[in-house]
């Protein structure tokens, strides 16, 4: 599970100048991203435009921007220049909103929401792939194209707490943002619910980006009454007293993350256990509790990823492969243009599951990949995990399948090799230098 890290403060507004400081330390920490919610001050989406021009790398989201106040066609051309200005690193999530907001703020009728959704993706969707739309339907009508040189389709994502949202998340999206959702709630619904709906139209594995306010803290109780003070008004709104009863609890100071180090990295763990792909952690707290969360968080974000190709640089590994989700399996920086996949692993004495972003080559049809790790005397854990469990699954661009790894051999092994080279030729380099051959994996598509 990738850990982000929300950056808005329920209080108020923040400067730009803060948002971009903000940003800037999660990217140092190894935070996978940073994600901005949309209220009635700073727009969400202008201002990431700013703080991903200052701040290279992570990866950005909104979680979320209400759909009603703007038409896809607006939308889309806001997303899609968000993406050619940052490099493309952007997870649009987008959402109803709250019914309160929606008609007395805005004065738009909050009628039949999840008819409202679904024209309304149906319209954002084609529109962010560059594809021209003409659409009528009971809530909109939509007719155009927008086409942002040097944008790629971002991530979207829908925030979803009832079952028809969800499966509509499922259908339409490439995953859902969840708040007020914690374990039991997301392995006993969530995830279930819009893994189902995927699996029946043929998508890829959902992300499911759980959010939650997190504090580390002596004063556990004094915390969950602080929650209760500060967010109980979100018991009198249906959707999310809805989300509550499920889940069995009173209120939301029953669903936060609160306790000393090792009750919340306990609890974050039991997050990922339930199906969260990603944790979306607000701090909350004192100036010293909330320096000890993101202390904490930043060192599980960290711990929590493995490294491009050998087991190190793990800060790095988990910007990329968020950047490689979010956008579709493209990324920026230092490994921009670089073939990637995702290669899924169990490990070979935990049994969990492992991520690691690979470069890769393509010959006679089957992906290829070589265990490299320059300077270490020994494999990669990457490499250890597969030749224990050979049965891996594969990220390439927006598909994901299953394969079987085979370490290869002889003449066939040349062959790779010498293609691997090619494109690196720093290769024979590092093998002397870590004074072992560099294994050459085939990977065979299974499903």
Do not use: C
């Not at 435009?49 to 806001?78: C, D, F, K, N, W």
């Not at 997301?186 to 043929?202: E, F, M, N, Q």
Request: net charge negative; charged share 20%; no cysteine.
């Amino acid at each position: 599970m990738l850990i982000g890290i929300g950056i808005d403060e329920a209080s108020g507004p923040i400067t730009l100048d803060e948002r971009i400081e903000r940003v800037r330390e999660a990217a140092e920490r190894g935070f996978a991203a940073a994600w901005s919610a949309q209220f009635m001050n700073w727009d969400a989406l202008t201002a990431l435009a700013v703080v991903g021009r200052e701040v290279p790398g992570i990866a950005l989201g909104t979680a979320i921007v209400p759909t009603y106040p703007r038409h896809p066609l607006m939308l889309a051309s806001q997303a899609l220049t968000v993406q050619a200005a940052i490099g493309n690193r952007l997870s649009l999530g987008v959402g109803t909103g709250v019914q309160f907001v929606i008609e007395e703020h805005f004065g738009y009728a909050f009628a039949r929401p999840v008819r409202h959704m679904r024209e309304y993706l149906s319209v954002l969707a084609p529109l962010l792939r560059g594809e021209e739309v003409s659409f009528q339907g009971e809530t909109l009508k939509a007719t155009g194209t927008v086409r942002v040189p040097g944008a790629e389709p971002p991530s979207l994502l829908l925030s979803a707490l009832g079952p028809a949202m969800l499966r509509l998340a499922g259908d339409l999206t490439d995953g859902t943002i969840t708040t007020w959702t914690g374990p039991i709630g997301l392995a006993d619904y969530v995830v279930p619910t819009i893994t189902r709906a995927a699996s029946a139209t043929g998508r890829s594995a959902p992300r499911v980006v759980a959010g939650a306010l997190v504090s580390v803290t002596a004063d556990a109780d004094g915390a969950r009454s602080a929650a209760a003070e500060q967010f109980g008004i979100i018991k009198q709104i249906p959707a999310y007293r809805t989300m509550l009863d499920r889940q069995g609890v009173a209120g939301p100071e029953e669903v936060v993350i609160v306790g000393d180090e090792a009750a919340v990295e306990g609890d974050v763990r039991r997050y990922a256990d339930a199906g969260a792909t990603e944790l979306m952690a607000y701090p909350f707290g004192s100036a010293e509790d909330r320096a000890r969360t993101i202390e904490l968080l930043a060192s599980l974000a960290v711990s929590n990823s493995a490294e491009i190709g050998t087991g190190n640089d793990k800060a790095i590994n988990a910007r990329v492969i968020a950047e490689f989700r979010a956008n579709g399996g493209k990324v920026g920086g230092r490994f921009k243009g670089a073939n990637l996949v995702i290669l899924h692993t169990t490990g070979a004495k935990s049994g969990q599951e492992r991520f690691t972003p690979l470069a890769y080559l393509t010959a006679n049809g089957r992906v290829h990949l070589f265990a490299a790790g320059p300077g270490l005397p020994h494999h990669p854990a990457w490499y250890r995990n597969l030749v224990a469990h050979p049965d891996v699954t594969v990220e390439v661009g927006r598909e994901i399948y299953e394969a079987a790894a085979r370490v290869l051999d002889g003449d066939v092994r040349s062959q790779i090799w010498a293609k691997f080279v090619a494109l690196i030729p720093e290769l024979p380099a590092w093998q002397r230098e870590a004074k072992r051959d560099f294994p050459v994996i085939e990977l065979s598509r299974t499903s």
